[in-house]
């Protein structure tokens, strides 16, 4: 199929034609997908990952999906009908991984701040990668007309990190050692004082990078901000 010039429009550049399985997810005597179609669906989202980040969700088309993936375009499609699918699982795949790997919080029972200052370190070193940038801006740009992808992103990344921080932030309330009226907005809070003079700045090429001296100082401040506001029962141990 010949590629569509960039002026097209989004919605006809991902309604490429169906085309007939070759073949078909693997089973087990459950019907439940065994651990070779796992690897498979694997494999097709890591081919989507790389045609996306290198061409972007307008330029990238399933038959580059299936190229990098290293499989048939008719495998491609027993998984996911049509590149909005593909490009939502895996948005809801990515970013609930990261967010397991990032907010391993439930045993952390250190000074507050220090929780606050690490976890915000890491939440900015993820952002501020190439790749989470493009990814976004990727994501940005298509979420008008494809809602569902805007969907899937605000809720495996922000929605779910801000539960995750507010379930911790409840059990620190319930100890005496802050006081929140609302923690599910204070998580929000949190992470946009963090984000403030990098990802904005980033999304939007005025600067190429954030050091992680700058990072660690602005998490550092952000943090300051917060236990101002919501630190004033934190106790220190003796």
């Excluded at 199929?1 to 089973?27: C, K, N, T, W, Y």
């Excluded at 967010?99 to 915000?120: N, S």
């Excluded at 990802?199 to 001296?213: D, G, H, I, V, Y």
């Excluded at 952000?222 to 101002?228: E, G, K, N, P």
Aim: glycine share 10%; charged share 20%; with cysteine.
């Amino acid at each position: 199929m010949a590629r569509r010039s960039g002026g097209s429009v989004l919605l006809s550049i991902i309604a490429e034609p169906m085309v007939e399985p070759d073949d078909h997810p693997f089973q087990d005597a459950g019907g439940l997908p065994s651990s070779d179609d796992t690897a498979k669906r694997r494999q097709v989202l890591e081919g989507a990952r790389q045609a996306f980040l290198a061409m972007g969700f307008d330029g990238a088309s399933m038959n580059d999906v299936a190229r990098l993936a290293g499989v048939s375009k008719g495998t491609l499609y027993v998984y996911f009908p049509s590149k909005a699918a593909l490009f939502e699982a895996l948005i809801r795949t990515e970013r609930r991984q990261q967010a397991e790997q990032l907010f391993q919080l439930e045993d952390d029972d250190r000074p507050v701040a220090d929780v606050l200052q690490d976890l915000g370190v890491n939440f900015m070193q993820m952002m501020t990668t190439p790749g989470s940038i493009a990814h976004l801006r990727t994501v940005i740009g298509v979420a008008g007309k494809l809602p569902d992808i805007g969907r899937a992103f605000f809720e495996a990344g922000p929605q779910y990190g801000w539960g995750r921080l507010s379930q911790w932030l409840d059990r620190r309330v319930s100890e005496g050692r802050l006081s929140i009226p609302d923690t599910q907005l204070a998580a929000q809070q949190f992470f946009d004082l963090c984000q403030v003079g990098h990802l904005k700045q980033l999304l939007f090429a005025t600067r190429e990078q954030s050091t992680p001296a700058e990072i660690q100082a602005g998490v550092a401040q952000a943090v300051t901000l917060f236990m101002a506001g919501y630190g004033a029962q934190e106790k220190t141990n003796n």
